[in-house]
């Protein structure tokens, strides 16, 4: 028996078959952009839109088969079975192919696996209708059905696992449509309907097949819409949330850029204190790598002691407060470098008060740290020094009456060749200490820079006791000069100074001793050079030390530069010695190699020969010129010196008024005193000798004023008839200053105060 189609409601079918193919091709597309619970959600959606929409098809056109003089009816349980055997199988290929979409051997079993299952939809769906007739397939058509079944379900897992556009998805819609509907109508082909005899008109009611299939034509529509709305709105969604993550990754990228460019070492510390982010500053600061820090704790980079503050204390005030107020720790570098630096951290929290990292910083204070070390030396320094020019200049003051008295003593006692030779022996240690103090006040700065012609053989031999006690026995000190060496022009005392801070320099190089070579001779400027040319004096030191490697040797003369440890050097015995070397008109040469010790060389200007002058030892044996008598008056408060002023002044002939103290010697001048001279000392307290000469010129314009006082370095507005005698001074020095002329140069014309 055969029947006819209505091919309105097989178009119907087919419009079914191509709506559920676009609907799920794009259901497709957000299972591959979701997870989760999300993808899990449109899975099931394209297997409903997929299986229910196949489902749809088939029973629209099922019911557009008509038979004349035939009702059909369906039963309820097997239809459902069909609908869900087409939901389930499309489920799990669907499935599959989401887990493995690039493998050709699973889509081809998803493939067979799905067409079945439609194939096997079809078959329930024939089965659960019900009508007077036997049904008969023809094995021919039932493969057909099957083989187009099976490929249109290939081709649809395999355009689901694509992304394509909306004009792709449309027309594979529209292929895929018509090979489901073309399988449907296949399979039905190869039906055959055989009446019962005597059933043609068997009783019962239906609803009306065009009525049934525009409901579930309906129903399917509908659901399919709702499902393209759905795939609509979170694609929408999907691409907002997508631009909004671009933007932030975006933004974030700046940020992180930003913060690794910064040129401020900055850190972000997880809760346990790791690395997570650095700058690149604080990476350069460090030495290190990125890839080396990451992940590890900030505490690593610690010193012990910076580390156990941090862990103890710093970090639990830091996440109790969520701020940490500048902190200094000592950090290591990759080189082994030790570091100060200054710390400040703060915590960063979201809306919820959940905590997110630590931002903190770092500051490198290690410069600073060796300036203020550098300082509070050099102020230790500097208040030795003063210490030590007063005690000079109180010396200088004893050493004033020692040689005054010995002077006149010697005058004294008999013509007996022992007591002579005790009185010179007294003398020249008296001379000695006055050689001292001239080097306590060169080590205070109270005295002049005074180029002059100075025999460094004998200078050097001269300061002989003074370096062996500096170096200690564990040093020998060897000399090497050649004869005929040419005196340099160079402050006598300063250059002592600096022998003796290079010979300390080479002690301290030398931790178990050695040999310390100091030898000199002349040589020409080097053409080309930095010296001006002309002849010099090349004084070397050499020792046996531990040497300089190249970086260390580039900075050693810089200011404040020392390889000691604290509290044992200030790093400016070298920069003295090279600024006196420059000032002299010469240089410093520093040469050295690790482990082969050290070599220093002073070039100074070579002195231009002078005239032969009378030796001060055959000066000071020549008998005094007679003076004529003057009423001197006599001005110090130190009651020694005072009485032995006076003393040589009236063994010189001269008439001598004394007064302790400046205001007792304007006190005398205002009762009447006319002095010829006023002798006074510089340092006195309350008034001072300058002080004094400034009454004095109210009171008596033109008096002539000699200066006594063991430093140069005077007020600037010394001038006119003022004359300085420096302490301890002789009899015979004192007579030449109040001459005003003679041999020696004891005596000299008053300087201004340097600035």
């Known amino acids: 028996m055969t029947g006819h189609h209505d091919f309105a409601l097989v178009a119907l079918s087919i419009a079914i078959a191509v709506a559920a193919s676009f609907t799920a091709l794009d259901l497709a597309g957000r299972l591959r952009a979701s997870a989760g619970w999300s993808r899990r959600v449109w899975l099931a959606a394209a297997a409903l839109a997929m299986g229910g929409g196949i489902w749809s098809m088939h029973f629209v056109a099922m019911l557009a088969f008509n038979m004349p003089g035939m009702i059909a009816g369906y039963d309820a349980a097997l239809t459902l079975v069909s609908l869900l055997v087409a939901v389930v199988v499309t489920g799990i290929a669907f499935a599959v192919m989401n887990y493995a979409p690039g493998s050709p051997v699973r889509l081809g079993g998803a493939g067979v696996f799905m067409g079945l299952g439609v194939v096997a939809m079809h078959y329930i769906g024939m089965a659960a209708m019900k009508m007077p007739a036997d049904l008969h397939y023809d094995p021919r058509w039932v493969a057909a059905s099957v083989a187009i079944a099976v490929g249109a379900a290939t081709a649809a897992l395999w355009l689901a696992a694509r992304n394509s556009e909306l004009r792709q998805r449309a027309v594979a819609a529209l292929v895929m449509g018509a090979a489901v509907s073309g399988m449907h109508y296949a399979a039905m082909q190869g039906a055959t309907f055989i009446a019962r005899p005597g059933q043609m008109h068997a009783a019962g009611r239906s609803v009306g097949q065009v009525a049934l299939a525009l409901s579930v034509s309906s129903a399917a529509f509908l659901i399919l819409f709702l499902a393209l709305v759905a795939a609509m709105f979170d694609r929408r969604f999907a691409l907002l949330a997508e631009r909004e993550a671009v933007a932030l990754r975006k933004s974030e990228e700046r940020f992180r850029s930003l913060y690794r460019g910064t040129p401020l070492p900055l850190h972000s510390l997880d809760r346990d204190g790791r690395i997570e982010q650095v700058s690149n500053t604080w990476l350069r600061l460090l030495g290190y790598g990125a890839e080396e820090v990451i992940g590890r704790p900030l505490i690593n980079f610690m010193t012990e002691s910076s580390a156990r503050q941090m862990r103890q204390t710093d970090w639990p005030e830091l996440i109790a407060r969520d701020a940490l107020d500048p902190r ?81 003593l010697k005058k004294r006692v008999p013509d007996d060749p022992r007591v002579t030779r005790l009185l010179a022996s007294a003398q020249e240690g008296a001379q000695r200490g006055a050689a001292l103090t001239q080097r306590l006040l060169a080590f205070a700065r109270r005295q002049d820079l005074r180029p002059e012609p100075v025999d460094v053989p004998a200078l050097v031999r001269g300061m002989s ?87 260390t040797l580039a900075r050693a003369m810089e200011p404040f530069f020392t390889t000691k440890g604290v509290g044992k050097g200030t790093g400016l015995g070298l920069s003295m010695v090279q600024g006196l070397a420059a000032q002299s008109g010469g240089r410093l040469v520093l040469a050295s190699t690790p482990g082969q010790g050290t070599t220093a060389e002073l070039w100074l200007p070579a002195a ?145 105060k340097r600035d």
């Open 465 to 551: 006791d003074l370096l062996q006690r500096s170096l200690g026995p564990m040093v020998l000190v060897e000399t090497r000069f050649p004869l005929g060496l040419p005196h340099a022009l160079v402050d006598a005392h300063q250059l002592e100074l600096a022998l003796l801070n290079l010979a300390v320099n080479a002690r301290d190089a030398m931790p178990n001793g050695g040999a310390l070579a100091i030898a000199a001779i002349e040589t020409a400027a080097p053409a080309g050079g930095e010296l001006a040319p002309g002849r010099y004096l090349k004084l070397t030191l050499a020792d046996q030390g531990e040497g300089m490697d190249a970086d």
């Open 608 to 752: 231009e020969p002078a005239a032969p002058r009378i030796a001060r030892a055959d000066a000071d044996a020549l008998p005094l010129k007679p003076v004529m008598e003057r009423l001197v008056l006599v001005v110090d408060d130190d009651p020694l010196v005072l009485a032995n002023t006076a003393t040589q002044l009236e063994d010189l002939g001269h008439r001598v008024v004394q007064a302790g103290s400046a205001r007792e010697a304007l006190a005398r001048i205002g009762e009447g005193l006319e002095p010829d001279i006023v002798v006074t000392d510089q340092l006195m307290p309350l008034m001072t000798g300058m002080q004094l000469v400034d009454e004095l010129r109210a009171l008596r314009p033109g008096l002539p004023v000699l200066l006594v006082s063991g430093f140069s370095d005077l007020p600037a507005e010394a001038a006119g008839d003022i004359r300085l005698l420096r302490k301890p001074f002789t009899q015979r020095q004192l007579a030449e200053a109040m001459a005003g002329s003679g041999p020696g140069a004891a005596v000299i014309p008053f300087r201004k």
């Open 328 to 408: 200094e720790y000592r950090i290591v570098t990759k080189d082994g470098v030790f570091l100060d630096v200054v710390a400040a951290a703060t915590v960063e929290r979201d809306d919820e008060g959940r905590f997110l990292h630590v931002l903190g910083g770092l500051t490198n204070i290690t410069e600073r740290k060796r300036a203020e070390d550098a300082l509070r030396q050099a102020q230790k320094i500097e208040a030795i020094g003063q210490l030590t020019g007063g005690i000079a200049h109180d010396f200088n003051n004893l050493l004033a009456v020692v040689i005054g008295n010995l002077e006149l």
